[in-house]
């Protein structure tokens, strides 16, 4: 008896932690993609001709701090799964 409730317990506390890190890594993704983005127009401001380099190194790093989110969501989404 006592280990059932203690199961369920340890069920409901990952799947807190794992909505909690999920949370986490979609701000962290939002924070990071927003530098991003307002650090490539204040280059573009102070340099025009290098604007489609800029805008392109945007593209991509926005693209794998994208890709490091979606990552961490997943394991979140497994890790709460599993219990």
């Not at 799947?15 to 490539?40: C, F, H, K, Q």
């Given at each position: 008896?006592?280990?059932?409730?203690?199961?369920?317990?340890v069920g409901n506390i990952s799947s807190l932690g794992a909505?909690?890190?999920?949370?986490?890594?979609?701000?962290?993704?939002?924070?990071?993609?927003?530098?991003?983005g307002g650090s490539a127009m204040e280059g573009m401001a102070?340099?025009?001709?290098?604007?489609?380099?800029?805008?392109?190194?945007?593209?991509?790093?926005?693209?794998?701090?994208?890709?490091?989110?979606?990552?961490?969501?997943?394991?979140?989404?497994?890790?709460?799964?599993?219990?």
């Amino acid at each position: 008896m006592f280990s059932n409730v203690l199961l369920e317990l340890v069920g409901n506390i990952s799947s807190l932690g794992a909505g909690v890190g999920a949370g986490l890594a979609v701000m962290g993704a939002g924070m990071g993609i927003g530098r991003i983005g307002g650090s490539a127009m204040e280059g573009m401001a102070r340099q025009p001709e290098a604007a489609g380099q800029i805008q392109t190194a945007m593209l991509i790093a926005a693209a794998l701090v994208e890709g490091a989110a979606l990552f961490a969501i997943a394991v979140c989404f497994l890790i709460a799964g599993n219990v």
